[in-house]
């Protein structure tokens, strides 16, 4: 079910309590020399759409807002970004427009890694401020289904990252018409410390300010060479996979504040 298509009707007829609102997060940014700019929130939202699907008649997807946090982006053409600021102003906005109308359960579905701090303070944030009546949680869906994503890879450490072998596969599963496999180009990044990583699946412990440029000339990280519209089918399928697990788990997490100290 997708919200914007949504009468009011409609609307007024959810259950407040059970029905799981998301909210897609993602970025408009350079995705290297082959992929589209709007790569992160056309996933997020696919891929919320496809386990909205699977879970018929009890999540439904908000529109995402197409921008995010991408400042370490802006030395390439196109990248367009949102201060930390305004992002999380937007997001506090959707949601207390949701708990205005009752809403229960928001999650915020993020596809960008850049946003990931901003979802953690945000779930804290939001979670605090409408304790009792609303639950809220987000997350990051590349980490969610990390294990998954890990069996299929072919690429060593370093090899997804951004425009990698995962994202560019996913795309072409997608969007096969906005990809330029022939301009791809591949980095294996080298951070400069090993307590840094650019995996996708890693993370790193040491947060810091990582500027994509000095990472990577052309702006990927990672070996989008391995990528293909099958191992884009079996990644994307992969994640719905974990993102309905995980949705009909939290679909039963309490929201009230009863008996709780
Ligand atoms: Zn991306």
């Known amino acids: 079910m997708r919200y914007e298509e949504l009468s009011q009707l409609q609307v007024d007829a959810l259950d407040r309590e059970k029905t799981v609102l998301v909210i897609p997060l993602g970025s408009v940014e350079q995705h290297g020399h082959h992929m589209p700019l709007g790569t992160d929130t056309m996933l997020a939202y696919a891929l919320c759409l496809a386990a909205a699907a699977q879970m018929e008649g009890q999540v439904v997807v908000l529109p995402p807002p197409w921008y995010g946090f991408s400042a370490h982006h802006m030395r390439f053409p196109g990248s367009i970004t949102l201060s930390h600021t305004t992002l999380m102003a937007m997001v506090e906005d959707i949601v207390a427009s949701l708990a205005q ?11 960008h890694g ?7 303070v945000l779930a804290a ?10 639950r809220i949680a987000g997350l990051t869906y590349f980490a969610l ?11 060593r450490e370093g090899g997804m990252g951004h425009a990698c072998e995962f994202e560019t596969s996913m795309i072409m599963h997608l969007r096969p018409d906005l990809v330029a496999a022939d301009r791809a180009q591949i980095t294996y ?12 699946l890693k993370g790193s412990a040491v947060k ?3 500027d994509f440029k000095d990472l990577s000339p052309h702006g990927t ?4 060479s391995l990528a293909n519209p099958e191992m884009g089918a079996e990644f994307f399928a992969a994640v719905v996979a974990e993102l309905v697990r995980f ?15």
């Open 101 to 111: 109308h009752g809403f229960g359960r928001v999650l915020l579905i993020n596809g």
């Open 114 to 120: 850049g946003n990931g701090g901003v979802v953690d």
């Open 125 to 134: 944030v939001l979670g605090k401020r409408h304790y009792g009546r609303m």
């Open 145 to 155: 289904a990390a294990p998954a994503i890990a069996r299929l890879r072919r690429s």
């Open 189 to 200: 990044p080298d951070p400069g410390s090993a307590y840094l990583s650019t995996d996708l």
């Open 208 to 210: 810091t300010y990582l």
């Open 221 to 224: 990280l990672g070996d989008p």
């Open 247 to 261: 949705m009909e788990d939290f679909a039963r997490w309490p929201i009230t504040a009863e008996n709780r100290t």
